[in-house]
């Protein structure tokens, strides 16, 4: 049976980045708490439009995280279309957020968005070489 390094750092991957990690994800005084390991498709962070004050964040904080070294976790915000809307930025070690003015830019009101979280290698030539399915972590409903 022949191993080839793919095969390897899918496998890597998989059992990586398979325990059960925390994630909250709060806004304008809301929050969600969820486990990756289960499905959320059913938890929804319903957020206000109107009354966000111009320095409000979305935050994403992580518990229980153990990821390799030089591999980097991400969370997108895809639309309906399943298209990647926006980006949370790591402000500080298992803490991203974008600013809600930001991104309200960038959605509409009555929609709903996808918030996923995929953790990849680093390195761009490793990265192209691992599929690493995405995580739900909830819906955005945009009021």
Same mark, same amino acid.
């Given at each position: ?36 390991? /289960? @499905?959320?498709?059913?938890?929804? $962070?319903? =957020?206000? *439009?109107?009354? %966000?004050? +111009? ?25 309906? /279309? @399943?298209?990647?809307?926006?980006? $949370?930025? =790591?402000? *500080?070690?298992? %803490?991203? +957020? ?46």
């Amino acid at each position: 049976m022949k191993i080839t390094l793919l095969s390897l750092l899918i496998t890597l991957g998989a059992c990586s980045f398979s325990q059960q990690m925390h994630i909250t994800i709060s806004a304008q005084h809301k929050a969600i708490s969820v486990v990756t390991d /289960e @499905d959320n498709s059913d938890k929804v $962070l319903s =957020l206000e *439009k109107s009354t %966000t004050p +111009s320095d409000a964040y979305l935050i994403a904080n992580l518990t229980h995280e153990e990821k390799q070294k030089d591999w980097k976790r991400n969370f997108i915000i895809y639309n309906k /279309e @399943d298209s990647e809307i926006s980006r $949370l930025a =790591l402000i *500080k070690e298992n %803490t991203y +957020s974008i600013l809600l003015k930001d991104l309200f830019l960038q959605l509409q009101n009555g929609q709903e968005y996808s918030l996923y979280t995929i953790v990849l290698p680093e390195d761009p030539q490793k990265a192209m070489e691992v599929r690493v399915a995405r995580q739900m972590v909830c819906k955005i409903k945009i009021n």
